[in-house]
């Protein structure tokens, strides 16, 4: 009682900040929750992720990590799949394994994203397709090996990674709606088409030392959320994708135990979410993160946020060069005990 007759007193402003702090409390909890159950048990995603005839995915970046499982996950839902990527051994290995584990149609296409050229090729690939495209995952993408500040990166680096994340996300997708808009609409299920981007949380912010990379995922987030809207009209969805840590060999180095989930799991989740989230982290480990992340922006300072995320990039290649030496002294002591025993 004597608690609730305090409120009596508060200032408007003070009710406000009860109110913003309601928010984040209650509301944040609870829309995740929600969220979780609505991807757990609503049927939209099975409804809109099923081929209605022998129609395509593609994937870019298919032979390994999330594109992989993209590629099997949206394989065992039924669909065939062109998977194009830049090293051909791989490209056949995963198109037969593929094959003989779903029996669907896996075709592929050899491009190196980091190459501007290489969209005619691709444009024709597409064309000579006999059914239509019903999903298009933009996966492809590259990051830094180790955190560094801008100008220690070679300047190749940065047009490497411009291309490959940012080029590749926007004419693939201009290539591929363009041909869904001119597909006919599937009259049993409500959308023409879906693209899926892959960004990464690294994008919802600006993130020292990660500067290219994060600013290239901030790109995706943006596009993405504008070709949604722009095409809604014509039913297609267009949903953004940002995972923390994968266990993939693209982030190898970084891994951090307590934020790291399994690559199977991580698509799975996350393509439960489609027609139900526009842009999502995926996983609900990832939700909270990003959560836990906005929350922090919020109530401090900004330039005290730019510090604190700094000091975990620096963190990460702390643990990265520590790692480096650990297995620099292994090789050592595994060389000399060879050469003890020979
Ligand atoms: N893993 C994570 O923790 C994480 C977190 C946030 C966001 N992401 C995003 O998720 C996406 C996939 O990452 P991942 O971890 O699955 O990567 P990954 O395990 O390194 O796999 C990357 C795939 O892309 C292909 N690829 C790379 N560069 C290419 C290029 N220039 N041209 C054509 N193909 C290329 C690779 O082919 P090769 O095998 O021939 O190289 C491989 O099939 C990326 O966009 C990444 O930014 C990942």
Redesign the pocket.
Known sequence: MKLLNQFDDLTILEWIGLFTASVWIVYKPCKLVVSWLLNRFSCASRRLLRPSGDEYAII?????????EYARQLAQKGYNLLL????ES?LKFVAAELTQQFGHKVDYHV????DQTIYNGIRAKLDELTSPIHVLVN?????YPTPEYFTDYPQDWQL?LI???IT?MTMMSDIVLRKMLKQEKRSWVNNRGIIIN?????GTTELPLFST?AAS?SYINNLSKTLSFEYEKDDIIVQTV??????????KNLRQPET?VS?ESYVRYALNTVGTEQSTNGHPKHKILNNLGILLGELIPERWFMLFKFKVSKHLKQTYEERQRRSILDSEKNNNKVGNNS
């Open positions: 870019t970046g298919a032979t390994d990590g999330i594109g992989f194009i990527s830049r090293t791989k491009a190196d994203f980091s996966n492809v993408g590259t990051a490497n291309n490959t994340n590749s892959i960004s990464s949380m690294a990379y995922k940002m995972p923390n840590q994968v266990d993939t060999k693209l982030a790291v690559v």
